[in-house]
């Protein structure tokens, strides 16, 4: 069993900000990508941020320069520093991995989705 967990959603003023976190947890043997997707009511799911394994980003314009991802490979956990939130930023926050994990079939690849954290940025 493989899962990520987030944390650290909730509500905040604009212009403040949020860190958010997700852990992997299971029978991993490595992680490739790590990374933070959004979804607002009524819109698809798109990407905010994404960081390999080696630590190369890429970010949606719309949060370049204010959102920042890191990742802690022994404590296989990525981050996502939020500044200057806005309230377009509001919205539920999804953590996503491409990993290897061990089976009882044997090594696996596998994409893997956390639950969500909600963000809400209003005054």
């Known amino acids: 069993q493989v899962q990520l967990v987030e944390s650290g959603g909730g509500l905040v003023q604009p212009g403040g900000s949020l860190r958010l976190s997700c852990a992997a947890s299971?029978?991993?043997?490595?992680?490739?990508?790590m990374g933070w997707y959004r979804q607002a009511p009524g819109k698809e799911r798109e990407l905010v941020a994404v960081?390999?394994?080696?630590?190369?980003?890429m970010y949606a314009g719309s949060v370049k320069g204010r959102f920042t991802i890191s990742r802690d490979n022994a404590k296989n956990t990525v981050y996502l520093q939020m500044n200057s939130l806005k309230s377009e930023d509001t919205a539920v926050y999804y953590c996503?991995?491409?990993?290897?994990?061990?089976?009882?079939?044997?090594?696996?690849?596998?994409?893997?989705w956390g639950q969500g954290t909600l963000v809400t940025v209003s005054s």
């Open positions: 996503n991995s491409g990993l290897t994990h061990l089976t009882p079939a044997g090594r696996q690849n596998r994409e893997v």
């Open positions: 299971g029978t991993i043997l490595s992680i490739n990508s």
């Open positions: 960081i390999s394994s080696g630590g190369n980003t």
